[in-house]
C-alpha cells in the first residue's frame, strides 16, 4: 500500500483564476500552510497549452513542491446530485451510472467520469429512503475535461493524485475548519461563485441537500450597476463603505438568492429536528461585509465569512503572510483538496 502523503499541493481550477496552497502535515492534528498562490486571468482556459501556461504561473509564483497534487474543478457542466438506490458496491454502481444515466441521474454520462461514494447518516438521521434505499452522492466531469486537466497538470510538472469538483473540496474544507460544528451540529454553506452559487447542508457530518443557484457575484455586480447607473468600481467602492443606497440596491439583487436559501432552510427543518441558526458563505463576494450584514438582515441569521486555513498554523514567508488575511477566503476549495489527502496519513 502506498504511503499516504504528509505534504500536498491542492489547487482550485476556477472559471476565471486560479489558486494554490502547499499543505503540510505535523502531527496528529497539526497542519501548516507553507505556501499559497492565487492567479487571475483573462483568456479561457479550455485547450491544453492555456491552462499549462496558467498553471505554471500559478505553482512558479507559489513556491514550494510537493508529489501529492490534489485538484479541485469548477465547471458548468460538472454534475453532482444525491440519489437513492438499494444498496451497491459503489464500483457497479459507478459503471451503472455511466451506461444508465438517463433512468438514474435524467442525464446522458456516457461521456462523464463519473464518481460515486455511499453518504454516511449518522445515529439520530431520519432520512429514509424508500424500502430501505440508501442514499449515495454522485458526482462527474466531462471526460475531455478530466483529460485537458490530467494533461495540462502533467505539462506543468505534475501529477494528478486526486481530482474533486469544486463543491465537494468545499465541503470536505469545512470539516477540516470547524470540525466540532460539523461532526455535532446542522451546518448551511454558501459558496458564491462567478456565475452561479452552490448551497450545501449537512446535519452531524450527514450531507442532506446540495444545489446549484444560478446566481453569482458578476450578476451581483451586474446587477447593482444597472440599479445605481455607476461602473463596477464604483458599485465596489460604495459596496465597501457601507454607502446607504447601495445596501437597499444590495438588498434588492440578491433578493434571488435569499428566497433559494430561505427554501432549502425550509426544506432541512421540515425534512429534519434540527435548526439552521447559522450561515457560512464563501467565495470572493463574502469579502464584503456589506453582502454578508444584507444577507443576515433578509434570513434573519447570523451570516458569515470562513476560511479553511485559518485552521492551519503558518510558515508564510513574510511578504505572503500580510496578505493572506485578504486572500484567505479564496483559498477554501484549494485548501480543502489538500486536506482530504493529508487526512488519511
Known amino acids: 500500500m502506498a504511503k499516504a502523503p504528509n505534504s500536498v499541493i491542492g489547487v482550485d481550477l476556477g472559471r476565471y483564476s486560479l489558486k494554490s496552497v502547499l499543505l503540510q502535515k505535523k502531527g496528529p492534528n497539526r497542519f501548516v500552510l507553507t505556501h499559497y498562490a492565487t492567479h487571475p486571468y483573462s483568456e479561457t482556459t479550455d485547450t491544453v497549452e492555456t491552462l499549462t501556461k496558467n498553471l505554471k504561473a500559478l505553482l512558479k509564483e507559489m513556491g514550494g513542491s510537493a508529489k501529492a497534487c490534489a485538484i479541485g474543478v469548477s465547471s458548468p457542466k460538472s454534475i453532482i446530485r444525491i440519489i437513492e438506490q438499494p444498496e451497491t458496491p459503489v464500483q457497479i454502481l459507478r459503471e451503472a451510472l455511466r451506461l444508465n444515466g438517463m433512468v438514474l441521474l435524467n442525464q446522458d454520462c456516457k461521456e462523464f467520469v463519473l464518481d460515486c461514494d455511499r453518504i454516511p447518516t449518522n445515529e439520530q438521521s431520519t432520512e429514509t429512503g424508500a424500502l430501505g434505499h440508501k442514499r449515495y452522492l454522485v458526482g462527474g466531469?466531462?471526460?475531455?475535461?478530466?483529460?485537458?486537466?490530467?494533461?495540462?497538470?502533467?505539462?506543468?510538472?505534475?501529477?494528478?493524485?486526486?481530482?474533486?469538483?469544486?463543491?465537494?473540496?468545499?465541503?470536505?474544507?469545512?470539516?477540516?475548519?470547524?470540525?466540532?460544528?460539523?461532526?455535532?451540529?446542522?451546518?448551511?454553506?454558501?459558496?458564491?461563485?462567478?456565475?452561479?452559487?452552490?448551497?450545501?447542508?449537512?446535519?452531524?457530518?450527514?450531507?442532506?441537500?446540495?444545489?446549484?443557484?444560478?446566481?453569482?457575484?458578476?450578476?451581483?455586480?451586474?446587477?447593482?450597476?444597472?440599479?445605481?447607473?455607476?461602473?463596477?468600481?464604483?458599485?465596489?467602492?460604495?459596496?465597501?463603505?457601507?454607502?446607504?443606497?447601495?445596501?437597499?440596491?444590495?438588498?434588492?439583487?440578491?433578493?434571488?438568492?435569499?428566497?433559494?436559501?430561505?427554501?432549502?432552510?425550509?426544506?432541512?427543518?421540515?425534512?429534519?429536528?434540527?435548526?439552521?441558526?447559522?450561515?457560512?458563505?464563501?467565495?470572493?463576494?463574502?469579502?464584503?461585509?456589506?453582502?454578508?450584514?444584507?444577507?443576515a438582515e433578509e434570513l434573519r441569521l447570523p451570516c458569515e465569512s470562513w476560511s479553511a486555513v485559518a485552521r492551519c498554523e503558518s510558515a508564510l514567508p513574510a511578504q505572503r503572510a500580510a496578505s493572506l488575511a485578504q486572500d484567505s477566503l479564496d483559498l477554501n476549495v484549494a485548501c480543502g483538496a489538500a486536506a482530504e489527502l493529508l487526512k488519511a496519513s
Open 141 to 295: 466531469l466531462p471526460r475531455v475535461e478530466v483529460n485537458l486537466v490530467g494533461t495540462a497538470v502533467e505539462q506543468s510538472g505534475n501529477d494528478v493524485t486526486a481530482l474533486q469538483i469544486a463543491p465537494i473540496c468545499a465541503f470536505n474544507a469545512f470539516e477540516f475548519a470547524y470540525e466540532d460544528v460539523f461532526n455535532n451540529q446542522a451546518f448551511f454553506l454558501v459558496d458564491i461563485g462567478h456565475t452561479s452559487s452552490t448551497v450545501m447542508v449537512g446535519v452531524k457530518r450527514e450531507l442532506v441537500l446540495v444545489r446549484t443557484i444560478e446566481f453569482g457575484g458578476k450578476a451581483l455586480v451586474e446587477a447593482l450597476t444597472g440599479l445605481s447607473g455607476e461602473g463596477r468600481e464604483a458599485v465596489l467602492a460604495a459596496l465597501e463603505q457601507e454607502d446607504e443606497v447601495m445596501v437597499e440596491y444590495t438588498r434588492v439583487a440578491v433578493n434571488a438568492l435569499i428566497r433559494e436559501i430561505q427554501n432549502s432552510i425550509g426544506f432541512l427543518e421540515h425534512r429534519h429536528e434540527e435548526t439552521i441558526t447559522k450561515v457560512f458563505v464563501s467565495g470572493g463576494p463574502a469579502k464584503s461585509q456589506t453582502l454578508l450584514k444584507v444577507m
